[in-house]
């Protein structure tokens, strides 16, 4: 049976799995390393600090992503319309999931044509970066944006994730040369993004060659997709194959930097473990334009819309808080404040 047939069933496996079992990363994503200076005399109120911030020409109300997660069946779908009611209503941006399949297949379109329920989101549409050495083209880019009215594209890179699917794609040869053929002929920014693993200088270097308007480094520390595919395999050797790879990547924290040294100027985007806003705000001290959470927001999507956007308010007061306690009234004071390493 060929894999296109088989994603519907791999996606809602792919749901259950991540709700359900334990996939976390060996790693942690090095933030617990970082704490912020305390500052007793903010000079300033807690009402003054401004959490908005414009990326790709949308303003954000805070600098919150729910990342690309999920689309491609009826279950996927009600949990993306959650997500993008949740996100109109905070003013924060939104990812969907790999939209192969729908590229692939109409009946799959409508789980991930949120614009309806999100009308002035920053939406991000997604498409995996291997699919271009798999006969996808531009065109085939272009109607995944199109398809959604997105805002930018992601392309995601996931060869960890292929390299232990049975069914997965391997080939990853001469990508940055595709990729760049995408950054020059679509119409809107093209983001490349990790999926647990991080992304090094070496990467970081080649992606702003090839044109990228942004790198979401989606780093080690949250859900490594290694022990998500672990639970899919009934095979005991594919099974200790998989979980051999636990502790694979580069924690989040390291990576922001990494990639801030390599390239200064490009846009970051963080990922990869993130739990709060407190998270995001070191992330964004280290370097970031904005901070995504999948996993929080994946358990409160099952539940209600309404549980979604009480997580994204309490993520942005914990960011707010955290900003009023380094006395940093916007985002770019933010991105000044120094860390602290915490010994040991």
């Not at 109607?143 to 997105?150: P, Q």
């Not at 060869?159 to 595709?178: C, H, K, V, Y």
């Not at 990729?179 to 970081?204: D, F």
């Not at 290694?226 to 580069?250: C, N």
């Amino acid at each position: 049976m060929p894999d296109s047939l088989n994603t519907p069933a791999r996606k809602d496996d792919h749901i259950r799995i991540n709700l359900e079992e334990d996939v976390r990363s060996g790693l942690t994503t090095g933030l617990e390393k970082y704490r912020f200076i305390h500052e007793a005399l903010p000079e300033l109120s807690l009402e003054q600090v401004d959490l908005g911030t414009t990326l790709f020409g949308k303003r954000l109300r805070a600098p919150i992503l729910i990342s690309s997660m999920t689309g491609g069946t009826e279950q996927a779908g009600a949990l993306n319309m959650a997500l993008a009611e949740a996100a109109q209503y905070t003013g924060v941006a939104m990812g969907v999931g790999s939209q192969r399949a729908a590229v692939e297949r109409i009946s799959a379109r409508a789980s991930f044509q949120v614009r309806s329920r999100a009308p002035d989101i920053l939406l991000l549409a997604n498409l995996g970066a291997v699919q271009l050495n798999y006969g996808f083209g531009v065109d085939d880019c272009l109607r995944a944006v199109e398809m959604i009215e997105a805002d930018a594209l992601v392309l995601h890179l996931n060869s960890m994730q292929e390299a232990i699917q049975p069914e997965g794609d391997t080939n990853f040869a001469g990508l940055a040369e595709r990729i760049a053929a995408v950054c020059q002929a679509l119409p809107v920014p093209v983001v490349a993004k990790e999926v647990g693993w991080g992304i090094s200088e070496r990467s970081a270097r080649l992606l702003a060659d090839a044109g990228v308007a942004a790198i979401d480094v989606a780093g080690a520390g949250g859900t490594s997709w290694t022990q998500v595919e672990m639970h899919r395999l009934a095979d005991p050797s594919l099974k200790r194959i998989a979980g051999a790879f636990r502790g694979w990547g580069i924690p989040t924290s390291e990576s922001i930097q990494m990639v801030r040294r390599a390239v200064p100027g490009l846009p970051v985007l963080a990922s990869g473990g993130l739990r709060d806003g407190v998270d995001i705000a070191k992330c964004i001290a280290l370097g970031a334009e904005v901070g995504g959470m999948a996993g929080p927001f994946l358990k409160a999507a099952a539940q209600s819309v309404g549980e979604v956007i009480s997580v994204i308010e309490e993520t942005a007061a914990e960011i707010r808080i955290c900003m009023f306690g380094t006395g940093a009234a916007n985002l770019e004071a933010l991105r000044q404040v120094k860390l602290a390493k915490v010994e040991g």
